[in-house]
């Protein structure tokens, strides 16, 4: 299940509603029943109001919902200087065959600069349990 997918549908409107409301714990439960899009929407509700640890704590028992998790994960941890344990963190997707997980690590190993491998991460592709190119 990616974030972005019906974005029309119930569930999004629910949990669109509820961050609206500031209403974290509510999302929280929404995100424990599966809801991916929910666990998103915690998270960054979590770390605009400055509990950026919350939010990363709340995110790492919920990755198996949707790739982009990971992402948003990794982007958070990066923001708390915490680089290389972003990058372990979406080589496990990648490593998970999680699909759009390669790219994912790719546009991140980018914006830090670590941009050839990015490139020729991008132009090799990478399997799960192989090492960055």
Known sequence: MRLTA????????????LARRD????LG??????????AGLQAQLLAGHGDVDAAIAALRPRLHLATDLAGLLADLLAGQGQVDEAVRVLREAVD???S???????DFLARHGREA???RLRARG???GA???
């Open 96 to 98: 998970a065959g999680e």
């Open 29 to 38: 439960t929404r995100a424990d029943a599966g809801d991916a899009y929910a």
């Open 100 to 106: 759009g997980a390669p790219w994912l690590l790719a």
């Open 131 to 133: 090492p960055l190119p």
């Open 23 to 26: 209403a974290a714990a509510e």
């Open 6 to 17: 019906d974005p029309d549908g119930p569930g999004h409107r629910v949990a669109g509603l």
């Open 126 to 128: 990478l399997e799960p």
């Open 117 to 119: 491998t990015a490139e």
